[in-house]
């Protein structure tokens, strides 16, 4: 079975906590932070200690638990377990999946309010999770077969064990093509301004023994000019009927490039990911963050004093750019 070195998050039986790694800490430094309270989700999703779309809705079901467990003898425990339901659904706007979890996971609330103990909600967050670890193990088959035993993938942002509950939907991919082909190598873009992939990808690849080279986020049309990038793969945010895809900002621009080059461009994502109550992207929301992210790199300024900065965390790609969304279920070919 295809493995990863890196986990995202751990139940601790002894304590019944779920511990979430730091994200902000990496790469220097590999620490799990327990959750204690509903207030330690809600900041643990908006400051990014956990970010990916799979994670963060991973995150938000085992919140919802633990305001549950916390309200439970409350005869107001419905209103109280909702209230932090919208604390929790206002921290990021653009990934569905955190929505989509909230919603299945206040469903078993409902139907289990009258029960002794708030058990079947911590299951339930259990099978969300371990349903995506299932789902990341599907798509890296299905892309493994898909894509085949090529050289050279390029990928952007992290969309891998940091950001799921399993092996990654893009980098789970990765991961089964490697094992097929251990000389595969990786392109990681830098992906400014948050550096996901300086950051948290080249860390996890390099963790789990899979070749990469770290590029800034211009340098990918030079590399593909020189048929260095046989293929890219992504992960997605948010996917609409007409399959349109949110991701991390940046994507759009290398979706162009692949066009451009005749480069296959896929994206990997879990059903969780599927928004089907939106027909395009432009019915999107995305993510508008801090200036700060930009205007500075690890506390230190790289830009003058008052200029003016937008932060778009997000674009969105059209489907006519994408050769193939890799689902758990299979292949969906967008553009033939
Ligand atoms: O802002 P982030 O780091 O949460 O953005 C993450 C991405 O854009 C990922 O590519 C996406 O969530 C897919 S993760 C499997």
């Known amino acids: 079975m295809i493995h990863s070195n890196v986990e995202t998050f751990r139940w601790n039986t002894q304590t019944q906590q779920l511990e979430i790694l730091d994200q902000l800490a990496l790469p220097e430094m590999e620490r799990f932070v327990p959750m204690k309270t509903v207030d330690d989700f809600v ?10 779309a799979p994670a963060i809705g991973i995150t938000a079901a085992y919140g919802i638990y633990y305001s549950a467990r916390s309200h439970w003898n409350d005869p107001q425990k419905l209103a109280l377990i909702q ?3 919208i604390r929790l659904a206002n921290t990021r706007p653009t990934a569905v999946n955190l929505f989509w ?18 058990d079947a909600i911590l299951q339930e967050a259990h099978t969300i999770w371990h349903e995506d670890v299932e789902m990341n193990l599907k798509m ?5 077969k898909e894509i085949g035993n090529i050289q ?16 990654g939907t893009a980098l789970g991919v990765i991961r089964a093509i490697h094992e097929n082909q251990p000389s595969l190598h990786v392109w990681v873009d830098e992906t400014r301004p948050y550096l996901q992939g300086a950051r948290l990808t080249s860390w996890e690849l390099m963790k789990d023994g899979i070749n990469c080279t770290l590029i800034t ?7 593909m000019k020189q048929g260095l990038v046989d293929a890219i793969i992504v992960g997605a945010d948010r996917i609409a009927a007409n399959h349109d895809i949110a991701n991390k900002i940046g994507t ?7 066009n451009y080059h005749k480069i296959p461009f896929y994206v990997a994502a879990p059903d969780s990911t599927f928004d089907p109550n939106i027909a395009s992207g432009n019915e999107i929301v995305i993510e508008e963050r801090s200036a700060n992210e930009v205007v500075f790199i690890k506390n230190r300024r790289i830009a003058p004093e008052g200029v003016k900065v937008r932060h778009p965390a997000f674009d969105v790609t059209p489907h006519e750019l994408i050769t193939g969304i890799i689902t758990p279920n299979g292949v969906i070919h967008c553009n033939s």
Request: charged share 15%; glycine share 8%.
């Open 83 to 85: 209230s932090d339901k």
């Open 252 to 258: 759009y621009a290398l979706a162009v490039l692949a």
């Open 152 to 167: 050279n993938i390029l990928t952007h942002c992290n969309a891998g064990a940091l950001a799921t509950g399993g092996i």
């Open 140 to 144: 890296a088959e299905w892309g493994a």
């Open 217 to 223: 986020d211009n340098m990918s049309a030079y590399l």
């Open 43 to 52: 900041n643990a999703i908006s400051d990014m200690l956990v970010r990916g």
């Open 101 to 118: 979890a909230l919603e299945r996971i206040m469903k078993t609330v409902h139907s289990h309010l009258h029960d002794e103990s708030p």
